[in-house]
């Protein structure tokens, strides 16, 4: 397995984009000659029927098909550009652009964060609704919706000191019930207002079909080799990654475990052959092989889908016996439109090296040579003993002279604490993380619709 190594992208408006934008035409036309040659088969069908099978069920059409895809969550604008760029690919290549909405994963927390600015800057966490522990986004109900209807005037009031409009003043709205589709419907119509128009269709929809529960009965009918192959690529993952874990990138499938979810109303929880289909949901790795394999032409993954399918490249390349699709990592970076003075690079750093040396160095400081202390600091015993009573004179020089620069530790303390505060107040003020409904539309529409 070949180690990448994907960094996310921290300054602003920056891109990771591997490959790079300009190669993805040709290697969505490789993808498909290479997918419509293979001579492999799922459930007795070869794998170019299937494909048009499983298309036709979720009426897409024949021609390249670029998928994208995440959970329905308020995601940073890093991971919205996925949706834009689809779409870009999409009309780059006559073809159709397909959202994968990921809801078969949890909502780990019903909180959002974003900065408060005020005297201080410091970072809220407030709650959009009742927490009850993590739910697939497929059964996940707002559970107070009085408290949900007010989270938009609670945000109001805590950025009223910002110097921009956040959207989230004006789009959020009372909830469809669901959290991940009123998330999505949000979405949904800025990107249409925007010029992005891709097909979606959630994961639970997509379990329901025909196609799907052919690929689900395959795998069954065949878990020893699939589950050797699986468990192959993960143990060569992380081998090459040097993780000892043996929960990352996934846990290994147990016997007798299928590599799907069992889905109930309150959770998930590992399938077996006892599961009923319609209760089986892909986890991550075979929710990208299906879309990757099975339904489209080109995947375009953030940084985290990126290094797992690593593991899935491995999983179709012995278990399928094909060389895997190529795709794309892509992520960006933008940060919240707040003004703040740059700092110097390694400001803090620099900083407390220079208070450290005032403190253990005070002689360098002070505009009269010490003759004594020279030479105990030129001074180069052998023995322990004498490398001992060294340590000691310097020490007690040390705090002979430390006195005489306590004006100069006092300035350089008081120009670390500023410089540990404004690098804090960066740190906040620029995280890339930060939901997008937390950003003006102007700046939104300057940084998504180029990728059109």
């Known amino acids: 397995m070949t180690l990448r190594r994907f960094r996310a992208p921290t300054g602003d408006g920056e891109v990771l984009a591997e490959p790079s934008v300009e190669a993805l035409p040709a290697l969505v036309a490789a993808n498909r000659q290479l997918l419509e040659q293979s001579t492999a088969q799922i459930g007795g069908v070869s794998l170019r029927e299937f494909r048009k099978q499983a298309r036709a069920e979720l009426q897409l059409p024949d021609g390249p098909l670029i998928i994208g895809g995440h959970q329905p969550e308020l995601s940073h604008p890093g991971v919205w550009v996925k949706h834009f760029a689809i779409h870009g690919l999409a009309r780059r290549v006559n073809g159709t652009s397909l959202n994968l909405i990921v809801d078969n994963d949890t909502l780990k927390t019903p909180c959002l964060r974003f900065p408060s600015v005020?005297?201080?800057v410091r970072e809220l966490c407030i709650a959009f609704d009742d927490d009850i522990g993590e739910r697939p986004y497929e059964t996940r109900l707002i559970q107070n919706s009085e408290?949900?209807?007010a989270f938009a005037e609670v945000v109001r009031d805590a950025t009223k000191n910002w110097p921009f409009e956040p959207l989230i003043r004006s789009i959020w709205q009372p909830s469809l019930g669901n959290?991940?589709?009123?998330?999505?419907a949000w979405r949904q119509n800025l990107e249409r207002e925007w010029g992005c128009h891709n097909c979606e269709v959630t994961v639970r929809e997509l379990s329901q079909t025909a196609s799907f529960a052919r690929f689900v009965s395959h795998i069954s009918a065949d878990l020893p080799r699939f589950r050797a192959a699986y468990n192959g690529a993960v143990i060569a993952y992380r081998q090459t990654h040097g993780l000892r874990s043996?929960?990352?990138?996934?846990?290994?499938?147990?016997?007798?475990?299928?590599?799907?979810?069992?889905?109930?109303?309150t959770g998930r929880r590992p399938a077996t052959n006892a599961t009923p289909h319609g209760a089986m949901r892909p986890r991550a790795l075979t929710l990208t092989l299906f879309a990757r394999l099975c339904l489209g032409?080109?995947?375009?993954?953030?940084i985290g889908g990126g290094k797992y399918d690593e593991v899935t490249d491995e999983i179709i390349r012995d278990y399928f016996q094909i060389e895997p699709p190529a795709y794309q990592v892509l992520s960006a970076t933008l940060h919240?439109?707040?003004?703040?003075?740059?700092?110097p690079e390694n400001e803090v750093a620099m900083l407390e090296r220079e208070l450290r040396?005032?403190?253990w160095n005070p002689q360098r400081y002070l505009p009269e040579a010490h003759p004594e202390q020279d030479r105990i600091l030129a001074a180069t015993p052998t023995d322990h003993a004498g490398r001992q009573q060294r340590y000691r004179?310097?020490?007690?020089?040390?705090?002979?002279?430390?006195?005489?620069?306590a004006a100069q530790i006092a300035a350089a303390q008081a120009k670390f604490e500023e410089a540990k505060n404004a690098s804090r107040t960066a740190e906040s003020l620029t995280r890339r993380d930060y939901a997008w409904v937390f950003y003006p539309e102007a700046a939104l529409k300057r940084f998504l619709q180029p990728w059109l």
């Open 118 to 120: 005020g005297s201080d």
């Open 147 to 149: 408290r949900f209807a």
């Open 179 to 184: 959290v991940g589709e009123t998330f999505s």
């Open 246 to 265: 043996k929960n990352h990138p996934v846990p290994d499938l147990a016997e007798g475990e299928l590599p799907f979810w069992e889905m109930s109303p």
């Open 297 to 302: 032409d080109f995947f375009i993954h953030g």
């Open 336 to 343: 919240l439109p707040f003004p703040h003075s740059p700092r």
């Open 357 to 359: 040396d005032l403190h």
């Open 393 to 405: 004179d310097l020490r007690e020089w040390n705090e002979r002279l430390r006195p005489q620069v």
